[in-house]
Structures are given as C-alpha cells and as structure tokens.
C-alpha cells in the first residue's frame, strides 16, 4: 500500500506519463488521465481519436434506509453519455426510474478529482450534479443534487479525516488502467421531494455510498459488485465488494467498521445467471463475508447498438449473515438494505 500525507494526495500520473498503481491511503486529488502515455499492444503510443473513445468514466451515489432505496448514476463512455436516476419503496415495491441518453458523450460533463470540483447531466428540463469539495478541518463531502419534474434532491455526505476511502488503481488489460474512489457507511443528511411528499434524510437513517471510476478500461468487460451501508453491532458499517473488475495484484474488496477500511479477500458470487431476482450467496475467501441477498427490486439497462452494448442490473435487497472485524470477530448482519450488481459492457 502506497503511504501519502492527508495534506499532498497527489496525482495519478507523473511527469513522465507513468501511472501509479497500488491501494492509496487518501482520495487522490486529481486523475489527470491527460498526462499518461496510453500504448497498444505493440507500443504504439495511441492518438487522440482513440483516447477519446478509450477513456471512460463513471460516478455513483446511492441511497438507502428501511423507507427507501435510491440510486443516481453518471456516465460517459465516450461513445455515449448517460445519467439514470430511480427511487424504490422498499415495503411497497414501486419502483420510479429514470434514464436520459446524450449521443457521443456530450452530456455528463464529468469531474477529475473525487476531492473537489463537480459532474454535471443537464438535458431537457433534467439536471443531476455531484459535488465533491474539501473541508476546513481536512475532510471530505460529497453530494447529489437532481432536479426533474416531480423529483428534487438533495443529499450530502460527509468524510471526516479520521475515514479512510477505498482508493485503488489497477492495471486494466494489458496497457490499460482503472482508478477507482469508493465510499460506504456514512450517514446522509438532505431531503427528497418526490410524488409530493418530503423525506428527511438524516431522520429516516439513510446511509450513503459513493463509486468514483475512470480509467482505459477493457473494450469488454463484466462485472458483479455489493454494497451495503447501515448500523450493525453498534458500529456504522459498509461493504464494497466486487469481481471482474480491479484484481490485477489489488483488489477493491473491503467492509468498513466506523471510518476504518478492513481489506477482505477474493470474493464469489453465487447466484441464478437465468434468474436475477432469487437469492444470492456472496462470501470471501477469507470467510471474513458470507452474506446471502434478498433480491426486492431492480434497475436494468439493456443496449445492443453493434460497436457499444451494454445489459446492465443493479438489484436492490437486503443483506442477512455475518462479517467479521480487524480482530476478526463477527458480526450479525440483519436485514441491512444495499444492492448487487450483474454488468456486461461493450464500451
């Protein structure tokens, strides 16, 4: 692991267009992807058609509590920029979901740095940000901000300097790279005003995770991922799990215990490829997770445009099993609502 002051995080690449890999300490100040030497295969340094097209982003903030579960994404591969949003009453089951589309990646317009600055989708009366900004005391917050016809949001989440964010950057393909930023287990405050009614989100318990991701990624890739946020044990505790994606020598899997990441090892996912909504298995190697996943709702996204395809499922659920602490005891996981991912990309 790579040791940095809080105070100088850094940048990702270095004069020479070298990028640094390895688990970080701090949210990086900036992916200055700009800088890197990107080669084929053979050593040819790319041009700048295809580091257009290469390069790819994406941010996630997600939202949940026992009333309701929410998720927003921002998204631009290059080939197409997108922004989805949905709210899922967990008791009722209605699902209210959204996606707008921009050709060629004109819209969002995303940030560099999951420390500072803003990502923006604006398109026909629909605006979603997400801000990222430093604190006087050496902090972090970040926040969600959308408005649409019948929606407006606004949630907030706070890093103190005491948490520690996964931060991670792995070699991606052969010449490619990934950076990702993730964060779980931190208590959001703000409001939703949605179908009329006004939710207070710090007196409805909801908790929050951030997915900051950019990088050459593999034309083709697939993933399953897991998250959870919630009170377990008399701790604030999170999960980010994931496999297909950000295992090359690091891997992004880890739970957090109040504001401390505990790394967890390979993980699998047992679940019905035929049939996403039955129960899945997710443990580690470790035997630091073993959870099973009630499936109550889902997000799906499917395209299938010749050079760019995507089938996409983010399902939201709850968690039951156990997890296991730095001192490896463990603790009961009730009920605790996050989400489970299946994703194909052609990008």
Not at 106 to 112: I, K, W
Not at 164 to 174: K, W
Not at 285 to 305: A, C, M, S, T
């Amino acid at each position: 692991m790579e040791t940095e002051s809080a105070e100088v995080p850094g940048l990702l690449v270095n004069d020479r267009g070298q990028v640094r890999y390895g688990l970080f300490n701090h949210s990086l100040a900036r992916i200055n992807a700009e800088a890197a030497v990107w080669r084929s295969p053979f050593g040819r340094v790319k041009g700048p058609l295809a580091r257009r097209f290469g390069y790819k982003q994406f941010q996630y903030f997600g939202i949940v509590s026992e009333q309701l579960m929410a998720g927003c994404a921002l998204v631009n591969t290059g080939w197409l920029g997108m922004a989805f949003f949905y709210v899922f009453d967990p008791l009722s089951g209605r699902l209210d979901e959204h996606t707008w589309r921009s050709p060629l990646g004109g819209q969002p317009r995303l940030g560099d740095s999951p420390r500072q600055g803003r990502s923006v989708f604006r398109k026909s009366g629909v605006e979603v940000a997400m801000d990222y900004s430093e604190t006087p005391d050496g902090g972090l917050e970040k926040s969600l901000t959308l408005v649409t016809a019948h929606t407006r949001l606004a949630a907030r989440m706070a890093e103190p300097p005491t948490y520690q964010p996964m931060s991670i950057c792995t070699r991606t393909g052969f010449t490619g790279w990934t950076y990702a930023n993730k964060v779980a287990a931190r208590p959001l405050t703000g409001t939703l005003v949605h179908r009329d009614q006004t939710h207070d989100l710090a007196a409805m318990d909801a908790w929050g995770h951030h997915d900051f991701s950019a990088g050459f990624m593999r034309r083709e890739t697939w993933w399953n991922w897991a998250c959870f946020s919630g009170r377990a044990g008399g701790r604030a505790v999170g999960l980010n799990v994931s496999c297909g994606v950000n295992e090359t020598a690091f891997s992004e899997n880890c739970l957090w215990l109040d504001d401390r990441l505990v790394k967890v090892g390979g993980v699998y996912f047992d679940y019905d490829g035929d049939e996403l909504m039955a129960p899945w298995r997710v443990h580690s190697q470790d035997e630091r997770v073993d959870l099973r996943f009630e499936p109550l709702g889902r997000h799906r996204e499917r395209l299938n445009l010749g050079l760019f395809g995507s089938n996409f499922h983010q399902i939201f659920g709850r968690f039951r099993g156990t997890i296991r602490d730095e001192h490896d005891a463990p603790l009961q996981i009730e009920n605790l609502h996050g989400f489970v991912e299946e994703q194909y990309a052609r990008w």
